[in-house]
């Protein structure tokens, strides 16, 4: 066995470890459905209480200046009322009653208002309440898809670390110059570096190869790459070791 179809074979076995790298990785980043489900349902959730307290900020506010309004007429009635009593005739107590029935007027508006709003921010803050208590059934069914998920993935970072390991220890056993080849392609060629040729075409970009290069790939004495995608060949039976015996 000469260093060509030993590195090959090293090469087909190094590329099956980075498959399952990266299809591991690709399922810790995809959540299942109930999972995205959940966290999308907790995301509205927070979403909606946090609108829930603005209002309830902005409607306090609210609060605090009708209140401040309702002292100002307060005031106003006062000294009204003051002046009433020392009105000299009818024109000037036409003109302080009229005032007397604005400020009132005013007074009671300002009154009803804060105190319609002092209910609602009452309701908003018991809304809250009621939402931040979940059910405690469907908090443990929460939490049991939760913890599923993270033991899921924990299990692929297990798979994903021990291919790894196994990838670095086929690695160092290939020839360095091949070893650099099959690492650049894997980085430029979108993690697969290595092409069966099957029905005279490459595998992977389907680019018919020429009988000459085909025979230069079975006979493996050199690496040979796809003239078009530029990822190295082998042949199935070649690198099962098949060909040796029948050659
Ligand atoms: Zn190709």
């Known amino acids: 066995m000469?260093?060509?179809?030993h590195d090959l074979v090293l090469m087909?076995?190094?590329?099956?470890?980075?498959?399952t790298i990266a299809e591991n990785l690709n399922k810790r980043r995809l959540p299942p459905p109930e999972v995205k489900e959940l966290e999308a349902a907790n995301k509205r959730r927070i979403i909606e209480l946090n609108e829930l307290e603005k209002t309830i900020t902005a409607q306090e506010?609210?609060?605090r200046a009708l209140h401040?309004?309702?002292?100002?007429w307060c005031l106003e009635l006062e000294h009204f009322q003051k002046q009433k009593s020392q009105v000299t005739n009818e024109r000037e107590f036409t003109a302080v009653i009229s005032e007397i029935d604005y400020a009132t007027k005013a007074l009671d508006e300002a009154t009803s208002k804060y105190q319609e709003?002092?209910?609602s921010v009452q309701d908003l803050h018991a809304e809250i309440e009621s939402r931040r208590s979940a059910r405690p059934e469907e908090e443990e069914a929460?939490?049991?898809?939760?913890?599923n998920w993270e033991k899921t993935k924990a299990k692929l970072k297990r798979k994903v670390h021990k291919a790894a390991v196994e990838a670095k220890a086929l690695e160092d056993q290939l020839h360095p110059k091949h070893r650099a080849r099959f690492l650049?392609?894997?980085?430029s060629k979108n993690g697969t570096a290595i092409s069966a040729v099957a029905e005279n075409c490459c595998s992977l970009c389907h680019f018919n190869l020429r009988p000459h290069l085909?025979?230069?790939?079975r006979r493996c004495e050199e690496i040979i790459t796809c003239e078009h995608c530029h990822r190295i060949l082998y042949m199935h039976d070649v690198v099962a070791g098949k060909a040796d015996e029948s050659d």
């Open 2 to 5: 000469n260093t060509q179809h």
């Open 68 to 72: 401040k309004s309702a002292e100002e």
């Open 142 to 147: 929460h939490k049991t898809i939760t913890k």
């Open 117 to 119: 709003l002092e209910k």
């Open 61 to 63: 506010e609210e609060v």
């Open 214 to 217: 085909q025979q230069r790939v």
């Open 184 to 187: 650049r392609l894997l980085s």
């Open 12 to 19: 087909v076995q190094l590329q099956k470890l980075y498959d």
